[in-house]
């Protein structure tokens, strides 16, 4: 099965920035758009960003201008720019991508740990 694979966590401080990558294992047929999801021990996955085609991004409340998704459909790739982070802004980091109206299935996620 074809999954979503991420990369580009890692330690940052407070105010730092990470790019985050999300591309796919294997061929599909089309790329419609990625999501960006966050989960913390003891909590539910929770939305970040998302870049659905036809549709303009969506934020979380708590990351609006700080937060920037974008894709490369060509490439098969969504990407999280993260800007100003904060010590609530850590967590594993996942990522969904649609092919036509289905989502693959998810990745293994990437770990940012925000902390001086």
């Known amino acids: 099965q074809v999954h979503a694979v991420e990369s580009g966590g890692g330690l940052v401080q407070p105010g730092g920035s990470l790019r985050l990558s999300c591309t796919v294992s294997?061929?599909?047929?089309?790329?419609?758009?990625v999501g960006w999801y966050r989960q913390t021990p003891g909590k539910q996955r929770e939305m970040v960003a998302t870049?659905?085609?036809?549709?303009?991004?969506s934020y979380a409340d708590s990351v609006v201008g700080r937060f920037t998704i974008s894709k490369d459909s060509a490439k098969n790739t969504g990407y999280l720019q993260m800007n100003s982070l904060k010590p609530e802004d850590t967590g594993t980091y996942y990522c969904?991508?649609?092919?036509?109206?289905?989502?693959?299935?998810w990745g293994q996620g990437t770990q940012v740990t925000v902390s001086s």
């Open positions: 870049l659905w085609n036809g549709r303009s991004a």
């Open positions: 969904r991508v649609k092919e036509y109206s289905n989502y693959l299935d």
């Open positions: 294997g061929n599909i047929r089309w790329f419609g758009g």
